[in-house]
């Protein structure tokens, strides 16, 4: 999933897009499943109109498979948030009735930040992208300690940052 910007503006398709393809092929399989259970398995032995299996059937069924889509989308989303994915996966099974994604969303953490060149997650603690070495955070050029884009001079071996040809405190800025 390479992105080019660093916008974390929330888009629907880019977070439906890390719904990965088992959970969609789950949802699928548990949606015919129940159609299954209900027109053949349970019309056999009751005497309850058709009608009533096809709209429990289809009501229980959707119902079932945006559940599986739901914890496709936590397992793929609880990772880019430092989140335990399993943790969360079992959460989501055992607690019946859409109250596991509900707590979900509820403390979720924000989203790790990205690396702007190839859309790596970024650490908070991280100077360097993991994967392309773009400079993610401002430092020092002498010592590579961490500096606010605010400092003249670095905290750690007293480098004058002014002196860094483009100073690295504004390169990881983009300046
Ligand atoms: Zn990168
Ligand atoms: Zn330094």
Redesign the pocket.
């Known amino acids: 999933m390479a992105r080019t910007d660093s916008s974390s503006s929330f888009s629907v398709s880019e977070e439906l897009k890390l719904i990965p393809r088992w959970s969609i092929v789950l949802a699928f399989v548990a949606f015919i499943g129940i159609q299954y259970l209900f027109y053949f398995v349970l019309h056999q032995h009751h005497t309850t109109p058709m009608a009533v299996h096809v709209y429990f059937g289809t009501s229980w069924g959707a119902l079932v498979a945006v559940y599986m889509l739901m914890i496709g989308y936590i397992s793929q989303d609880a990772p880019r948030r430092n989140m335990g994915k399993w943790i969360w996966i079992m959460l989501c099974i055992v607690l019946q009735g859409g109250i596991g994604p509900v707590i979900y969303f509820l403390l979720r953490q924000p989203v790790l930040s990205q690396c702007p060149c190839c859309g790596t997650h970024i650490e908070s603690n991280f100077h360097f992208c993991p994967q392309c070495a773009y400079r993610v955070a401002p430092n ?1 050029s ?2 590579h ?1 961490s500096v606010r884009i605010t400092d003249l001079h ?1 905290t ?2 007293g ?1 004058d940052l002014a002196e860094d040809n483009t100073p690295a405190r504004l390169r990881a800025y983009g300046a």
């Open positions: 020092c002498n010592c300690e670095c750690r071996c480098h």
